[in-house]
């Protein structure tokens, strides 16, 4: 059985976060951290602008928007997985 | 004995929403070594960029020019192994600490904690102290209620933006950044990644506070792995303090008093009194109250405090053990390659790259040709000289290379060289090697190796 001790005698129900909060919270944060740790050593290594080149070199691209896509791009892939992860860790339908 | 309710809602769900905490203030040993902390760690944050060496911005991982400047010490993309080896540097060193003494990162290091307690200082200055804020919550809407709650606002946003202007400014350079920010004439991804960071601060350190610990953090599930019985963790004396109970009898009882202080002070909303639980961020508030309680009623300190499993099952403890050695000699280990990487570090750099599109050309002479391009980095902080000359199997020579390429002080130069070789006796892959040398300094040179690729040979 889960519980949560109420924390102070004195405190009040203000409700914070509910479960699909948490959940969400669960999917968001860690694969925001993942995808930054990935975003550092991908981009340590490849310039955006030579990214720009060999994928659509028609388009002019800035460093700082490539590094602002290139974050957003793999935090959305860790995201994904992560919620795939929650989805199947979670209650499953019955038979 | 008091009873924790157990509370179930009206439809019988078994999830009971967590109520906001207002932790109480708290005085004491470890409150002043935590606030050292945050001005310490906050003061590097907020300052740091503003140091100026040499003319430059003392740490500044300049994103739009790929350059990275650490305190004098510059650095490339292809520095890359000293970012690695920071980042293993890094995660060693949290698990030497979290075994030696729990969760040190939480209660004193981590941006979460430190900004949170920020959060708070500024909300205990708008609203008052734990009895204000909680009766101001429950007031109904009034002037008073509005300009309270409109200042912290007002305090938070302020710290928040400055707090993203700040966090850019680790990566373009901030004093140009300040000046573009007083003309507002920011570019569209600077203000969008202060946006983002001032955001997230604001959010994660005003509202979210100890439930990114309690719910997202995955460093809070994990660091048990790290622990063993002679960590140090916060640990109430559970042979000491029970029986608890109030009251001036206390024949029958420990010395806990039940006063619930370090309930009431927690953060996190735990008793540390059931044991040690994975929302205890290690932050020393119980320790600071239950000090200051034992002291008000004669008992001696240390109910709760620092203490491993091993003590307070009354068995021996160690805490300098082969675990803790074994973090600590790797430690040293990857600081001194690090260290000894760094002054050895040659202030050039050469890459060879072979023509993607061909392996070789044929001439019509009948010689064999090979082209490169060799990537030539003058790390130094002057301009430089370099000769580039080859070493390989007799017959091959290095073509149109002329005696010296000119670089300018920090500078990269993508440099194509073509290679000939004459067919006779020429192997169908042979080994060749580019040198490259300083003109003002023979000793500055680096060998680089590559393939020459030649058709098979006919007979």
Known sequence: ?95 | MKEIPIALNAAGSMYVSAAKIYPRDVAGRFQRLRTFAAWVLLGLFYLMPWLNLGGQQALLFDLPARQFHVLGLHFWPQDFIFLAGLLVIAALSLFFFTALGGRLWCGYACPQTVWTEVFIALERFAEGDRGQRIKLDQAPFSLNKLRRKGLKQLLWIILAAWTGLTFVGFFSPIRDLGMRLLEFNLGGWESFWICFYGFATYGNAGYMREQVCKYMCPYARFQSAMFDQDTLVISYDAQRGETRGPGKKREALGDCIDCTMCVQVCPTGIDIRNGLQYECIACGACIDACDAVMDKVKLPRGLIRYSTEHQMSGKATRIVRPRLLVYAALLAMLIGAMAFGLLERKPLQVDVLRDRNALYRELSGGEIENSYTLKIMNKAEQARRFAVSLKAPAGMHLVGAPNEIALAARSLLAYPVTVHASPQNLAQQSQIQFVVRALDQPSLERTEESRFFAPEARR
Request: negative net charge; proline residues 11%; without cysteine.
């Open chain 1, 1 to 95: 059985m889960s519980y949560h001790p109420e924390p102070h005698a004195e405190s009040q129900s203000a409700p914070d976060l509910s479960p699909s909060a948490i959940r969400l919270g669960a999917i968001a944060w860690p694969s925001f951290l993942i995808a930054s740790v990935a975003t550092v050593v991908f981009f340590a290594f490849v310039d955006p602008l030579d990214l720009n080149q060999i994928s659509f070199p028609r388009l002019v691209f800035s460093r700082e928007f490539g590094y602002t896509i290139g974050f957003f791009l793999i935090w959305s892939m860790t995201a994904v997985a992560s919620w795939l992860t929650a989805l199947l860790l979670g209650p499953q339908s019955p038979p």
